[in-house]
């Protein structure tokens, strides 16, 4: 069975500071990974994911996430943040041969001026 | 763009009464999926389906079921429901085949039971 651990519930940042949001997965065969942001009284939004190649993804917003296949992670992270990126950040992830996702807790990301 | 669509946003109900959360998507998707999500404990898969007439358990089946009579409509049905069924259902697509599974989902059914 695979497990998804998002390490912060919470992650309170300052306006236009950087900020990483944290997953580490856990998988008996190779996956595809995602994150996806969930907006106040909204659905949940693909944020970005990794497929194949590059360990390194670039999303919406300016996200970008990187793939860590020895230390079975897949941060997340942004330069700059703004008071529009407070939402709810959900790490999720997709064995290969398998139909359906597993997701993480969440990390509510509190971005204040 | 894929939509998904779950035609009710806000439902209190009653305990014991039967309940029907109903989603629909326009872009052909072969699966589709119902997960629970409650503060705190993220998103849990209750049922999901690939293909009409088809439906497969989740991770917490108990107390629900479902049903897909046709390609675009899947819906999730409490048979009786009850006060920790009080959640945010979210349903969810996705097109089948080889390589990742890339949700699109609903915007959400807000459910209350009293």
């Known amino acids: 069975a695979q497990s998804v651990t998002q390490l912060d519930s919470q992650v309170p940042v300052f306006e236009e500071a950087p900020v990483e949001l944290r997953c580490n997965y856990s998988?008996?065969?190779?996956?595809?990974l995602f994150w996806y942001v969930q907006y106040p009284n909204q659905g949940l939004q693909l944020l970005l994911k990794?497929?194949?190649?590059?360990?390194l993804v670039k999303g919406i917003n300016g996200f970008e996430a990187e793939f860590n296949k020895s230390q079975t992670s897949f941060h997340l992270r942004k330069p700059s943040v703004h008071i529009s990126d407070t939402a709810e950040y959900f790490c999720?992830?997709?064995?290969?041969?398998?139909?359906?996702?597993?997701f993480g807790k969440g990390t509510m990301l509190l971005v204040s001026p | 763009d894929v939509k998904v669509t779950q035609s009710s946003r806000y439902l209190v109900k009653r305990t014991g009464e039967k309940v029907f959360l109903e989603c629909v998507q326009d872009?052909?998707?072969?699966?589709m999926f119902w997960y629970r999500q409650d503060p705190g404990l993220g998103l849990r898969l209750i049922y999901f389906?690939?293909?009409?007439?088809?439906?497969e358990k989740g991770d917490i089946p108990e107390g629900y079921s479902v049903s897909r009579e046709k390609k675009e409509r899947f819906s999730l049905i409490l048979e009786s429901a009850s006060t920790n069924q009080t959640s945010m259902y979210l349903c969810?697509?996705?097109?089948?085949?080889?390589?990742?599974?890339?949700?699109?989902f609903g915007a959400g059914s807000r459910l209350t039971v009293l």
């Open positions: 998988s008996s065969v190779s996956v595809y």
């Open positions: 990794y497929l194949s190649g590059s360990t």
């Open positions: 872009m052909d998707h072969e699966n």
């Open positions: 969810a697509s996705s097109l089948r085949g080889a390589g990742a599974n890339v949700l699109t």
């Open positions: 389906s690939y293909d009409v007439k088809m439906k």
């Open positions: 999720a992830v997709n064995p290969m041969g398998y139909s359906t996702l597993t």
